[in-house]
């Protein structure tokens, strides 16, 4: 069951279960939009996987089933990983 993390790990914005800008990789790395697609270029800096919209858990189930409540903020070094995201970033996700 996904965790549905509550914040962007790079720039710490709020992602509640309800946003639509949450956007995850096959790890869940969790990113909002705009650093998922403007920033990393649908490259995960930590798996180079794509990202995909998270869903949302319906409202019946997140009483049994809460979203996390453990922030992860971990920034990434953009000079660092540019050279991974420009390497990924034109090959599809299917054939990284």
Request: proline content about 11%.
């Amino acid at each position: 069951m996904l965790e549905l993390r509550p914040n962007c790990e790079h720039c710490g914005v709020d992602l509640p279960n309800t946003s639509t800008e949450a956007m995850i990789c096959s790890f869940e790395c969790t990113y909002c939009k705009t650093c998922a697609i403007e920033i990393f270029q649908n490259v995960c800096p930590s798996c180079t996987g794509n990202f995909v919209p998270r869903p949302i858990r319906p409202k019946q189930y997140v009483e049994k089933y809460p979203p996390s409540a453990e922030k992860i903020y971990k920034p990434k070094d953009l000079a660092e990983k540019m050279e991974l995201i420009e390497f990924f970033k034109n090959i599809p996700p299917e054939k990284r």
